[in-house]
Nanobody, 118 residues
């Protein structure tokens, strides 16, 4: 059974940092592309960052470029999202999604809340 569990969310003041983790069980994350999405209240889900496989190529939304970093730890079967210089507009529920290289299989985590406010 595949399970993705996000953690690391919470409340932080503007300018602060958080590190989100997406831990997988039931699959090997390094064999999947992993994408972080977020959904703010009353808004649609939007792309944040992704890391491909096997290249490890990363991609970022323009709104987070230079502030967020996505990274994969194969030994821990985890993908992390390091978020620095957080802004109030980063407030959202953050989700990780993994997709097989064929695109035939895709899984979502349950999300973790990030709140940026003073």
């Amino acid at each position: 059974q595949v399970q993705l569990v996000e953690s690391g969310g919470g409340w932080v003041q503007p300018g602060g940092s958080l590190r989100l983790s997406c831990v997988a069980s039931g699959l090997i994350l390094s064999n999947y592309a992993t994408t972080w999405y977020r959904q703010a209240p009353e808004k649609g889900r939007e792309f944040v960052a992704s890391i491909g496989t096997p290249s490890g190529q990363t991609s970022y939304a323009s709104s987070v470029q230079g502030r967020f970093t996505i990274m994969r730890d194969g030994a821990k079967n985890t993908v992390a999202l390091q978020m620095n210089s957080l802004k109030p507009e980063d407030t959202a529920v953050y989700y990780c999604q993994v997709t097989s290289t064929s695109g035939a299989r895709s899984y979502w985590g349950q999300g973790t809340q990030v709140t940026v406010s003073s």
